[in-house]
């Protein structure tokens, strides 16, 4: 017996259960796609019908009849007495007398009634109705919730490859930019002619003001031109020199040794690297 009664509680169970399962696995993966790709016409339909026949379930199958109610018993609060109708005398046998001073009721009359304050519980079907249309709407909330993470992760990856590619671009320029600059000559005025000088000939340069010395392999004495050091560095491709220096610029292909407070460049010349340049010139000269 008391196995039977534990399988029939299971039953019971699993009766209120399974409906909310099976509304939830409809809804989750027939109905919300549809609500999300705004096919609201066949969203809504759909769904009503859902909750209707989750209804029809919940107020016949879904509630069990009362076992110790006889067939045509009414079920909830007994109907209203029609109008002159007289209810039957309340049996006294077994009933504590009415208290001393208060005369006991007689035969016809109706007993004391609490006032009726208006309020009536929700029947337990009604219930169900409702936390069926309260899973949908989270079962909604939920799943727009987790596409928006969805989304912006997406988002976040496709900034990324977007950030990866324009670093790239800009590399790519970076380096076509030095490529023509190491293949095209440097004209310079000097003594009222003009000198060409390859970039790559080019061992160090020396500012002196506004004028430059141009130390190079194709001649013994340096260049003096009228120029900024800016400007300079703007014409030399910038993987091949760096500025050392407040006055100084040399090619890093024409160092022969260096240390942490000065460079050996092929002729023999230190030069001395300033303190603000060193980290970034020690991270070039290892680069290399």
Known sequence: ?????????????????????????????????????????????????????????????????????????????????????????????????????????ADGMRPPMMPDDGHRPLRP???????????????????????SLHTEKKVQHLEAQNRQHQDRLEELSRITENRQKAESDLTFKTDYKQVRVKPENILYIEGMGEYLKIYHLDAATPLVVLMSMKRILEQLPDDRFARVHKSYIVNLNRITSNSRTQITMENATVIPIGESYRVAISNRLKAN
Do not use: C
């Open 1 to 105: 017996m008391a196995h039977t009664g534990l399988l029939n509680n299971i039953w019971q169970i699993a009766l209120q259960i399974l409906p909310f399962l099976l509304l939830f696995l409809l809804h989750h993966f027939l109905l919300a796609p549809l609500f999300f790709r705004k096919k609201l016409i066949a969203y809504i339909p759909v769904t009503l019908a859902l909750l209707t026949a989750f209804g029809f379930y919940s107020f016949n199958v879904g509630n069990p009849p009362d076992m110790g109610r006889q067939p045509g018993q009414f079920q909830g609060p007994p109907p209203m007495m029609q109008e002159g109708s007289v209810p039957p005398p309340m049996p006294m046998d077994g009933m504590n007398p009415p208290p001393e001073g208060m005369a006991p009721p």
């Open 125 to 147: 079907e009604t219930m169900k109705l409702l936390m069926a249309i309260l899973l949908i709407g989270v079962d909604l909330g939920a799943i727009a919730y987790i596409r």
